[in-house]
């Protein structure tokens, strides 16, 4: 009989942990979940209808540089957006090594203009591309940022569904190859929704686990 509670006791527990491990892995994601696919306005105004928390860091940097702005309002383009976790991981680390370093913190508002308008660009590509411009290629796409004529990549998926693998959700892996070959050699940043249509643009939103600037951002503003 013990023996048998014992049993029980050690299954429910398991059972919790599990529930609960599942419940956080959503939590990381389910603020950021696509519910719309189209919106009657410019990838700029997209961005600023979203909710406080979503997109403010993003906004701050964008309103820095006018052309970034106008590129958003008027051009066409793709743009694949940091949310503000992405920002404030950045931010974190970058602090954490000027702190060490006895040097004052650095913050969005005060970052280098050059160094803070490359990196952003980099999420801003010519043209309006969808997930099916790159679904036919099996080892991506080169893109280039609007600004800094940068080159990135983007790289077509398939999630996997109900034990099928491929069988659920396309996604799009964000790529900063650094110029190399090698796949090793690159930072990937994953989607969490993608195709969202505005009138000048399409908006790819990515994971709040990307930090900005790939891994570029502690290496040109700690300076």
Same mark, same amino acid.
């Not at 006791?9 to 696509?34: P, Q």
């Not at 979203?50 to 793709?78: A, C, E, M, W, Y």
């Not at 952003?120 to 679904?135: C, E, L, M, N, P």
């Given at each position: ?12 527990? $398991? *059972? ?6 599942? $419940?956080?892995?959503?939590?990381? /994601? ?5 519910? %719309? ?26 309103? @820095? ?25 950045? &931010?974190? /680390? ?17 970052? =280098?203009?050059?160094?803070? /308008?490359?990196?952003?660009?980099? /999420? &801003?590509? @010519?043209?309006?591309?969808? #997930? ?13 940022? &609007? ?9 077509? @998926?398939?999630?996997? *569904? =109900? ?6 959700? #396309?996604?799009?892996?964000? =790529? ?13 940043? %994953?989607?969490? #929704? ?10 790819? &939103? ?9 891994? @570029? ?7």
């Amino acid at each position: 009989m013990k023996k048998n509670q014992y049993f029980i006791k050690t299954f429910t527990l $398991c *059972a919790m942990i599990l529930f609960f491990a599942g $419940c956080k892995k959503k939590s990381i /994601y389910e603020d950021y979940v696509n519910t %719309t696919q189209s919106f009657n306005g410019s990838a700029m105004a997209y961005l600023q209808a979203q909710p406080k928390g979503t997109f403010d860091s993003l906004l701050l940097v964008i309103n @820095r540089f006018p052309n970034l702005k106008d590129s958003l309002t008027n051009q066409k383009v793709t743009l694949f957006a940091p949310v503000d976790k992405s920002f404030q991981a950045s &931010i974190k /680390y970058l602090n954490i090594q000027r702190k060490s370093e006895g040097k004052t913190p650095i913050y969005l508002s005060s970052a =280098s203009d050059v160094d803070l /308008y490359f990196m952003v660009s980099q /999420y &801003i590509i @010519r043209g309006v591309k969808t #997930a099916d411009d790159f679904s036919s290629k099996p080892d991506g796409a080169d893109v280039v940022s &609007i600004s800094s004529n940068y080159t990135m990549h983007v790289d077509y @998926r398939k999630l996997s *569904a =109900s034990g099928f693998v491929g069988g659920g959700a #396309a996604s799009l892996d964000f =790529s900063d190859s650094y110029g190399s070959l090698l796949r090793a050699d690159w930072t990937t940043a %994953t989607t969490d #929704a993608i195709n969202i249509k505005t009138t000048n643009a399409t908006i790819n &939103i990515l994971s709040p686990l990307h930090n900005f600037g790939f891994d @570029r951002f502690i290496y040109l503003l700690d300076k």
